[in-house]
Protein backbone atom coordinates (compact mmCIF):
# COMPACT_ATOMS: atom_id res chain seq x y z
CA UNK A 1 0.00 0.00 0.00
CA UNK A 2 1.05 3.60 -0.79
CA UNK A 3 -0.08 6.82 1.09
CA UNK A 4 0.11 10.01 0.14
CA UNK A 5 0.58 12.80 2.50
CA UNK A 6 0.88 16.10 2.59
CA UNK A 7 3.43 16.25 4.86
CA UNK A 8 6.86 16.89 4.98
CA UNK A 9 7.55 13.30 6.33
CA UNK A 10 9.25 10.50 3.86
CA UNK A 11 8.27 7.06 5.37
CA UNK A 12 9.27 3.59 4.65
CA UNK A 13 7.38 0.18 5.40
CA UNK A 14 7.78 0.23 9.55
CA UNK A 15 6.30 -1.95 12.00
CA UNK A 16 2.38 -0.47 12.34
CA UNK A 17 1.93 -0.98 8.71
CA UNK A 18 4.58 -3.37 7.39
CA UNK A 19 3.72 -3.09 3.24
CA UNK A 20 3.13 0.81 3.58
CA UNK A 21 5.18 3.41 1.94
CA UNK A 22 4.23 7.19 2.92
CA UNK A 23 5.15 9.34 -0.50
CA UNK A 24 4.58 13.13 0.95
CA UNK A 25 3.32 15.62 -1.85
CA UNK A 26 7.03 17.42 -1.34
CA UNK A 27 9.15 14.73 -2.46
CA UNK A 28 7.32 14.00 -5.97
CA UNK A 29 8.23 15.55 -8.63
CA UNK A 30 6.19 16.37 -11.80
CA UNK A 31 6.44 18.36 -14.86
CA UNK A 32 4.17 21.47 -15.46
CA UNK A 33 4.99 24.85 -17.03
CA UNK A 34 7.53 23.51 -19.32
CA UNK A 35 9.91 22.50 -16.44
CA UNK A 36 10.29 19.62 -13.65
CA UNK A 37 9.03 20.61 -10.09
CA UNK A 38 7.91 19.54 -6.70
CA UNK A 39 4.33 18.89 -7.00
CA UNK A 40 3.31 20.80 -4.30
CA UNK A 41 4.86 23.80 -6.54
CA UNK A 42 2.41 23.07 -9.41
CA UNK A 43 -0.62 24.74 -10.33
CA UNK A 44 -2.49 26.25 -13.37
CA UNK A 45 -3.65 29.73 -12.78
CA UNK A 46 -7.13 30.41 -11.79
CA UNK A 47 -7.86 32.36 -14.93
CA UNK A 48 -6.71 29.09 -16.94
CA UNK A 49 -10.29 27.57 -19.06
CA UNK A 50 -9.82 24.21 -17.23
CA UNK A 51 -10.16 25.48 -13.51
CA UNK A 52 -12.63 28.22 -14.89
CA UNK A 53 -14.77 26.24 -17.11
CA UNK A 54 -13.74 22.56 -16.90
CA UNK A 55 -12.06 22.47 -20.40
CA UNK A 56 -9.41 20.24 -20.53
CA UNK A 57 -8.27 16.84 -21.71
CA UNK A 58 -5.87 13.97 -19.69
CA UNK A 59 -4.98 10.20 -20.17
CA UNK A 60 -3.97 7.82 -17.47
CA UNK A 61 -1.91 5.15 -17.65
CA UNK A 62 -0.11 2.76 -14.69
CA UNK A 63 3.97 2.31 -14.18
CA UNK A 64 4.36 -1.61 -13.49
CA UNK A 65 7.72 -2.39 -12.25
CA UNK A 66 9.01 1.06 -13.55
CA UNK A 67 7.39 0.27 -17.10
CA UNK A 68 4.59 2.61 -18.38
CA UNK A 69 2.07 0.30 -19.69
CA UNK A 70 0.60 0.23 -23.30
CA UNK A 71 2.12 3.69 -23.37
CA UNK A 72 2.19 4.42 -26.92
CA UNK A 73 -1.56 3.72 -26.71
CA UNK A 74 -2.21 5.62 -24.37
CA UNK A 75 0.18 8.85 -25.71
CA UNK A 76 -2.26 7.86 -29.28
CA UNK A 77 -5.38 8.62 -27.29
CA UNK A 78 -4.15 11.53 -25.80
CA UNK A 79 -3.07 12.97 -28.35
CA UNK A 80 -6.52 12.24 -30.31
CA UNK A 81 -8.16 13.67 -27.21
CA UNK A 82 -6.44 16.82 -27.61
CA UNK A 83 -6.90 17.02 -31.27
CA UNK A 84 -10.74 16.36 -30.81
CA UNK A 85 -10.82 19.24 -28.20
CA UNK A 86 -8.56 22.10 -30.48
CA UNK A 87 -5.93 21.99 -27.94
CA UNK A 88 -2.07 21.77 -29.36
CA UNK A 89 -0.51 19.75 -26.74
CA UNK A 90 2.89 21.26 -27.63
CA UNK A 91 5.14 18.22 -27.29
CA UNK A 92 5.67 15.31 -30.17
CA UNK A 93 5.06 11.42 -28.56
CA UNK A 94 8.90 11.07 -28.02
CA UNK A 95 9.10 14.77 -25.96
CA UNK A 96 6.32 13.05 -24.00
CA UNK A 97 8.27 9.91 -23.38
CA UNK A 98 11.46 11.08 -22.08
CA UNK A 99 9.62 13.51 -20.17
CA UNK A 100 7.74 10.31 -18.74
CA UNK A 101 10.90 8.13 -18.62
CA UNK A 102 12.12 10.83 -16.48
CA UNK A 103 9.22 11.17 -14.06
CA UNK A 104 9.52 7.47 -13.46
CA UNK A 105 13.54 7.37 -12.56
CA UNK A 106 13.47 10.63 -10.65
CA UNK A 107 10.49 9.64 -8.30
CA UNK A 108 11.62 6.27 -7.90
CA UNK A 109 8.21 4.52 -7.34
CA UNK A 110 7.87 1.28 -8.95
CA UNK A 111 4.21 1.13 -9.01
CA UNK A 112 2.51 4.70 -10.26
CA UNK A 113 -0.13 6.26 -11.82
CA UNK A 114 0.65 8.87 -14.78
CA UNK A 115 -1.43 11.55 -15.74
CA UNK A 116 -1.04 13.62 -18.53
CA UNK A 117 -3.13 16.74 -18.33
CA UNK A 118 -3.79 19.22 -20.86
CA UNK A 119 -5.49 21.89 -19.78
CA UNK A 120 -7.58 24.73 -21.58
CA UNK A 121 -4.79 27.76 -20.90
CA UNK A 122 -4.93 30.97 -19.95
CA UNK A 123 -7.84 32.72 -21.88
CA UNK A 124 -8.02 36.74 -21.81
CA UNK A 125 -11.83 36.99 -22.42
CA UNK A 126 -12.29 33.68 -20.66
CA UNK A 127 -13.42 31.73 -23.59
CA UNK A 128 -11.32 31.81 -26.31
CA UNK A 129 -8.28 28.75 -26.39
CA UNK A 130 -4.73 30.77 -26.59
CA UNK A 131 -1.94 28.48 -25.07
CA UNK A 132 -2.65 25.40 -23.23
CA UNK A 133 -1.25 24.20 -19.92
CA UNK A 134 0.08 20.85 -20.01
CA UNK A 135 1.10 18.80 -16.48
CA UNK A 136 2.81 15.55 -16.44
CA UNK A 137 2.23 13.94 -12.88
CA UNK A 138 3.31 10.62 -11.54
CA UNK A 139 0.78 9.45 -8.62
CA UNK A 140 1.70 6.52 -6.76
CA UNK A 141 -1.30 3.98 -6.59
CA UNK A 142 -1.59 0.11 -5.36
CA UNK A 143 -1.41 -1.68 -7.99
CA UNK A 144 -4.11 -4.28 -8.64
CA UNK A 145 -3.88 -7.82 -7.31
CA UNK A 146 -2.67 -10.49 -9.54
CA UNK A 147 -5.80 -12.05 -8.26
CA UNK A 148 -9.41 -11.45 -10.03
CA UNK A 149 -11.72 -10.20 -7.67
CA UNK A 150 -13.67 -13.40 -6.62
CA UNK A 151 -16.53 -11.03 -4.68
CA UNK A 152 -17.05 -8.80 -7.60
CA UNK A 153 -18.78 -5.21 -7.77
CA UNK A 154 -22.66 -4.20 -7.75
CA UNK A 155 -23.44 -1.66 -10.43
CA UNK A 156 -26.68 0.74 -10.47
CA UNK A 157 -27.77 2.13 -13.47
CA UNK A 158 -28.47 6.18 -13.99
CA UNK A 159 -29.87 7.58 -17.06
CA UNK A 160 -26.62 9.87 -18.55
CA UNK A 161 -24.64 10.25 -21.39
CA UNK A 162 -20.90 11.51 -21.04
CA UNK A 163 -20.35 14.72 -23.64
CA UNK A 164 -17.68 13.85 -26.87
CA UNK A 165 -17.56 10.35 -24.96
CA UNK A 166 -14.77 9.28 -27.68
CA UNK A 167 -12.52 12.12 -25.78
CA UNK A 168 -10.85 11.46 -22.57
CA UNK A 169 -11.93 14.75 -21.30
CA UNK A 170 -11.79 16.29 -17.40
CA UNK A 171 -15.41 16.28 -17.26
CA UNK A 172 -16.35 14.38 -14.38
CA UNK A 173 -19.47 16.12 -13.28
CA UNK A 174 -21.88 13.63 -13.33
CA UNK A 175 -19.39 10.28 -12.00
CA UNK A 176 -18.58 12.71 -8.79
CA UNK A 177 -22.35 14.01 -8.45
CA UNK A 178 -23.33 10.84 -8.38
CA UNK A 179 -21.13 9.21 -6.01
CA UNK A 180 -22.74 9.50 -2.73
CA UNK A 181 -26.31 8.56 -4.48
CA UNK A 182 -24.02 5.35 -5.32
CA UNK A 183 -23.13 4.28 -2.09
CA UNK A 184 -26.12 4.86 -0.63
CA UNK A 185 -27.60 2.08 -2.79
CA UNK A 186 -24.77 -0.63 -1.87
CA UNK A 187 -23.14 -0.12 -5.31
CA UNK A 188 -19.46 -0.08 -6.15
CA UNK A 189 -20.08 2.25 -9.24
CA UNK A 190 -22.47 3.39 -11.52
CA UNK A 191 -23.35 2.34 -15.26
CA UNK A 192 -24.37 4.54 -17.15
CA UNK A 193 -27.55 4.04 -19.83
CA UNK A 194 -29.69 5.77 -22.16
CA UNK A 195 -33.20 4.62 -23.05
CA UNK A 196 -32.09 1.10 -21.97
CA UNK A 197 -29.09 0.89 -24.01
CA UNK A 198 -25.90 0.78 -21.83
CA UNK A 199 -23.00 3.07 -22.58
CA UNK A 200 -20.06 2.54 -19.83
CA UNK A 201 -19.17 2.95 -16.08
CA UNK A 202 -17.61 6.74 -15.81
CA UNK A 203 -14.09 5.05 -15.14
CA UNK A 204 -14.11 1.50 -17.13
CA UNK A 205 -16.30 0.33 -20.20
CA UNK A 206 -18.71 -2.68 -19.52
CA UNK A 207 -18.60 -6.09 -21.23
CA UNK A 208 -21.40 -8.91 -20.93
CA UNK A 209 -21.01 -12.35 -22.00
CA UNK A 210 -23.84 -14.15 -23.21
CA UNK A 211 -25.22 -17.84 -22.72
CA UNK A 212 -23.74 -18.85 -25.81
CA UNK A 213 -20.38 -17.85 -24.77
CA UNK A 214 -19.99 -14.13 -26.63
CA UNK A 215 -18.30 -11.68 -25.44
CA UNK A 216 -20.09 -8.63 -25.99
CA UNK A 217 -18.94 -5.12 -25.11
CA UNK A 218 -20.50 -1.50 -26.00
CA UNK A 219 -19.89 -0.07 -29.53
CA UNK A 220 -21.28 3.20 -29.23
CA UNK A 221 -20.71 6.30 -27.18
CA UNK A 222 -18.34 5.56 -25.12
CA UNK A 223 -14.23 5.80 -24.46
CA UNK A 224 -12.57 3.67 -25.88
CA UNK A 225 -10.26 2.18 -23.18
CA UNK A 226 -7.04 1.07 -23.46
CA UNK A 227 -7.86 -2.26 -21.45
CA UNK A 228 -10.65 -2.98 -23.67
CA UNK A 229 -8.57 -2.11 -26.90
CA UNK A 230 -6.34 -5.47 -24.99
CA UNK A 231 -8.97 -7.22 -23.94
CA UNK A 232 -10.73 -7.31 -27.76
CA UNK A 233 -7.21 -8.19 -29.52
CA UNK A 234 -6.80 -10.81 -26.50
CA UNK A 235 -10.26 -12.22 -27.77
CA UNK A 236 -9.44 -12.11 -31.92
CA UNK A 237 -5.45 -13.78 -30.63
CA UNK A 238 -7.77 -16.68 -29.05
CA UNK A 239 -10.26 -17.14 -31.33
CA UNK A 240 -13.13 -16.66 -29.10
CA UNK A 241 -16.71 -14.96 -30.33
CA UNK A 242 -17.14 -11.42 -29.89
CA UNK A 243 -19.77 -8.52 -30.95
CA UNK A 244 -19.22 -4.74 -30.35
CA UNK A 245 -22.94 -3.77 -29.97
CA UNK A 246 -25.77 -1.70 -28.62
CA UNK A 247 -26.02 -3.71 -24.77
CA UNK A 248 -29.37 -3.58 -23.55
CA UNK A 249 -30.90 -4.50 -20.39
CA UNK A 250 -32.51 -6.86 -21.47
CA UNK A 251 -29.19 -8.58 -22.70
CA UNK A 252 -27.91 -8.30 -19.33
CA UNK A 253 -31.12 -9.68 -17.98
CA UNK A 254 -30.33 -12.96 -19.73
CA UNK A 255 -26.08 -12.53 -19.80
CA UNK A 256 -24.55 -15.63 -18.11
CA UNK A 257 -21.05 -13.17 -17.10
CA UNK A 258 -20.50 -9.26 -16.90
CA UNK A 259 -17.32 -7.07 -16.21
CA UNK A 260 -15.98 -4.16 -16.41
CA UNK A 261 -12.41 -2.79 -17.68
CA UNK A 262 -9.91 -0.03 -16.89
CA UNK A 263 -6.17 0.62 -16.89
CA UNK A 264 -6.37 0.87 -12.94
CA UNK A 265 -8.57 -2.14 -12.23
CA UNK A 266 -7.77 -4.54 -14.93
CA UNK A 267 -11.19 -6.95 -15.16
CA UNK A 268 -14.03 -6.88 -12.56
CA UNK A 269 -16.19 -9.32 -12.69
CA UNK A 270 -19.59 -7.58 -12.03
CA UNK A 271 -22.05 -9.61 -9.74
CA UNK A 272 -25.29 -7.63 -9.64
CA UNK A 273 -27.14 -4.59 -11.84
CA UNK A 274 -29.88 -2.78 -10.22
CA UNK A 275 -31.94 -5.82 -9.30
CA UNK A 276 -30.60 -8.27 -11.57
CA UNK A 277 -28.37 -11.23 -10.21
CA UNK A 278 -26.06 -12.16 -12.46
CA UNK A 279 -24.24 -15.94 -11.76
CA UNK A 280 -21.40 -16.01 -9.25
CA UNK A 281 -18.18 -15.65 -9.82
CA UNK A 282 -16.58 -18.67 -11.32
CA UNK A 283 -12.91 -19.68 -12.12
CA UNK A 284 -14.05 -21.03 -15.36
CA UNK A 285 -15.53 -18.29 -16.52
CA UNK A 286 -14.79 -16.19 -19.69
CA UNK A 287 -13.69 -13.46 -17.05
CA UNK A 288 -11.77 -15.41 -15.61
CA UNK A 289 -10.14 -16.41 -18.65
CA UNK A 290 -9.68 -13.11 -20.16
CA UNK A 291 -8.43 -12.06 -16.76
CA UNK A 292 -5.22 -14.81 -17.16
CA UNK A 293 -4.84 -13.64 -20.62
CA UNK A 294 -4.77 -9.67 -19.69
CA UNK A 295 -2.13 -10.81 -16.80
CA UNK A 296 0.20 -12.37 -19.34
CA UNK A 297 0.09 -9.56 -21.79
CA UNK A 298 1.37 -7.21 -19.19
CA UNK A 299 4.18 -9.13 -18.38
CA UNK A 300 4.47 -9.89 -22.29
CA UNK A 301 4.95 -5.80 -22.70
CA UNK A 302 6.73 -5.61 -19.93
CA UNK A 303 9.50 -8.40 -20.88
CA UNK A 304 9.61 -6.69 -24.39
CA UNK A 305 10.72 -3.02 -23.09
C1 LIG B 1 -15.10 7.28 -19.43
C2 LIG B 1 -14.13 6.17 -19.36
N1 LIG B 1 -14.41 5.01 -19.98
C3 LIG B 1 -13.54 3.96 -19.94
C4 LIG B 1 -12.35 4.05 -19.25
C5 LIG B 1 -11.38 2.88 -19.24
O1 LIG B 1 -10.28 3.19 -20.05
P1 LIG B 1 -8.83 2.55 -19.84
O2 LIG B 1 -8.97 1.07 -20.05
O3 LIG B 1 -8.00 3.20 -20.89
O4 LIG B 1 -8.39 2.86 -18.45
C6 LIG B 1 -12.02 5.25 -18.60
C7 LIG B 1 -10.75 5.37 -17.86
O5 LIG B 1 -10.62 6.18 -16.97
C8 LIG B 1 -12.93 6.34 -18.65
O6 LIG B 1 -12.65 7.50 -18.06
Redesign the pocket.
Known amino acids: MILLTPDSKLQTPNSNSPNAIIVTMNSLVCFSNNTFMPLKDAGFPVTDLGVQRGYGVFD?LRVTDRVPLFQDD?LERFFNSAKEMRLPAGKTREELKEIIAHLIAKNNIPHAGIRLLLSGGTSPDGYEIVQPNLAIVLQPITPPSDQISQQGYKLVTYPHQ?QMPHV?TTDYLMAIWINPWVKEKGADDVLYQQNGIIS??????FFIVTQSGTIVTSAKN??K????KQILLIAAEQGMKLEERDISIEDIRVAKEAFI????KRIIPVVKIDDIVLPPFSNNSVTAKLYQYLLQREKDFQINQ
Open positions: FHRKECPRSNILGITRSSST
